[in-house]
């Protein structure tokens, strides 16, 4: 990409890092994979789901029941998903880090970030912090992006590790997340 000086900018795409390890690390197989799961989930239970809940360990232990999550909102189109994940890299951290680069990468390809919805969050809620560093090893959010790859191919994403079970952080941080997608065709998948 150029810059507005015309000098070649390298986008800030996140290199999986957990491809091979806990989904396979072939496009083909996890394309497969992914297909496979969905073929066999649980049937539609929820009319427009707004949210699911899905695990986020190695798909050969979770990746059923992943799939069991997303069949309920598989019928729909989203143009945002929001992807809540587990801090596992950091135990310091004690607030809400919202990924700020331009991407996720798997093995399907690229995923884009919705900037307007990360730079919205940002502003509205003080304990939500543009924290990269919190996001180059966590799984739990990468192990969500190929059925999202594979289900809503157009649809941006909005990475965000919670660093802190704190009711008071959560809540205000829900509000924000209310206000900000309000109006917006958006999902959110917790990473539980």
Do not use: W
């Not at 924290?131 to 809503?152: A, C, G, K, T, Y």
């Amino acid at each position: 990409m150029a810059s507005q000086s015309g000098q070649k900018q390298e986008s800030d795409i996140r290199s999986p890092v957990v491809a091979g390890r806990f989904y396979p690390g072939s496009a083909s197989a996890l394309r497969k994979a992914v297909q496979t799961f969905m073929a066999d989930a649980v049937p539609v239970q929820v009319e427009s789901p707004l949210a699911i809940v899905v695990p986020h360990a190695g798909y050969i232990f979770s990746g059923q029941i992943a799939a069991d999550g997303f069949r309920q909102a598989a019928d729909h189109s989203y143009d945002v998903v929001v992807i809540l994940g587990t801090n596992h890299t950091s135990g310091s951290f004690r607030k809400i880090s919202v990924y700020p680069g331009d991407g996720f990468s798997t093995p399907l390809g690229v995923t884009m970030i919705e900037k307007e919805v990360v730079k919205d969050l940002l502003a509205a809620d003080p304990d939500c912090v543009p924290d990269r560093s919190l996001h180059q090893q966590e799984h739990s959010i990468e192990v969500q992006i190929p059925f999202i790859q594979v289900l809503f191919p157009d649809a941006r994403i909005v990475p965000v590790v919670v660093g802190s079970p704190d009711i008071g952080l959560c809540t205000r941080f829900g509000e924000a997340l209310a206000g900000v997608l309000k109006n917006r065709r958006a999902l959110i998948v917790a990473s539980a």
